[in-house]
């Protein structure tokens, strides 16, 4: 049985966003994350070490935010007004 506390995973709110996707995550590891559109371009990246992404400068649509601890990468997807 896992432990709670070592389970990778998050949410993002709000879901829609307008510009600052919040990121929660369920324990503090480091992670990286990547965003991409729904043809798999990938439009951002980088190290996630605030809980906050800005997100105003994508236009409006579906998108898919992966995170990553560099053993694990879990994906979920947001729009964007």
């Known amino acids: 049985i896992a432990n709670e506390s ?10 829609p966003v307008e510009s600052t996707l919040n ?7 480091s992670v990286s994350y990547k965003i991409y559109n729904l ?15 800005n997100v105003s400068d994508l236009t409006s ?11 694990k990468a879990i994906t979920k997807k947001f729009a964007k007004k």
């Open 61 to 71: 649509g579906l998108y898919i935010l992966e995170v990553n601890d560099g053993q």
């Open 23 to 29: 990121i929660y995550m369920f324990d503090n590891r």
């Open 6 to 15: 070592n389970v990778f995973d998050f949410q993002v709110y709000p879901n």
């Open 39 to 53: 043809m798999g371009q990938s439009l951002k990246a980088g190290k996630l070490n605030q809980q906050e992404l």
